[in-house]
């Protein structure tokens, strides 16, 4: 098994060898992660703990920063609108959907791209430069499971609790603008969000962040393991990935939208 990506193409550069190798990918990765589960793989805790810092930990200041600059932006353009509908329980809820639905799992998968999916297809593009995937499978080890397993686990659980903390952001600055701005209460603007937070919408803005996550290891792994044997190769895998990560959120998160109408 541990050469059936291998023999996929690694050095492949059309779409569907590339499509094949990130499904292989997931596939190394789902038995990895059953393995751990009934005892036949030992989870990397130190490889783990480097990519929670790096897929959540290192993007929080940038996250919170964003959260309260994006907040005040809809808390001014909501005061906008409120001037011309002085009604904050019709209005609310359509910024709370926007907010909960589009505009936070998207910031927290950008920077998550910027972060985690670059280091991963830096990591992985170096051991194809370096020489060191090589060796890795000639020692019988499969280099996705040992670079993109642990990556994958920490992305997810990170994105997920920057989902929370990046609503908790943006609502809480949106909230405090509007009640400067426009003396809508906090009491109101409470009653409107447990209101309108329903099930649903809940699952939605967290399920988005996970999907994301997934998409963003997938692209990296593809990206670092078809890089050139050149010292460029590592760039260029930084930059596609970057790009290809951010293009892969935006899409799914269309077809997503588009769906779930």
């Not at 932006?73 to 009604?87: A, C, S």
């Not at 397993?149 to 949106?174: D, E, I, K, R, Y």
């Not at 906090?186 to 009653?191: D, G, M, R, Y």
């Amino acid at each position: 098994m541990t050469t059936d990506w291998h023999q996929a193409g690694i050095t492949a550069y059309r779409w569907p060898q590339r499509l094949s190798l990130a499904l292989l990918a997931l596939r190394e990765c789902l038995w990895l992660y059953g393995a751990i589960l009934i005892g036949r793989a030992q989870l990397d805790v130190p490889a783990v703990a480097r990519a929670l810092r790096q897929s959540g930990l290192s993007i929080l200041p940038a996250l919170t920063l964003m959260g309260l600059a994006a907040g005040l932006l809809m808390g001014n353009r909501t005061q906008k609108i409120l001037i011309w509908l002085d009604f904050p329980s019709l209005v609310l809820p359509t910024v709370i959907d926007a907010i909960t639905r589009e505009l936070v799992p998207i910031l927290v998968g950008v920077l998550v791209s910027g972060r985690a999916g670059v280091a991963l297809a830096v990591r992985q593009a170096t051991l194809v430069v370096t020489g060191e995937r090589d060796a890795l499978l000639t020692l019988g080890l499969d280099p996705i499971r040992f670079t993109t397993g642990p990556a994958l686990l920490a992305m997810l659980v990170m994105s997920c609790a920057a989902a929370v903390w990046g609503n908790l952001t943006v609502l809480s600055a949106t909230a405090f603008w509007l009640w400067q701005q426009e003396g809508v209460s906090v009491v109101l603007f409470w009653e409107v969000l447990t209101h309108t937070l329903s099930p649903a919408l809940v699952a939605e803005g967290v399920f988005k962040p996970l999907l994301f996550a997934l998409l963003i290891a997938l692209v990296a792994t593809v990206n670092g393991f078809t890089a050139p044997r050149q010292p460029q190769g590592i760039d260029q895998a930084a930059t596609h990935t970057m790009i290809g990560a951010v293009t892969a959120i935006v899409l799914a998160d269309t077809l997503l939208t588009l769906l779930l109408v």
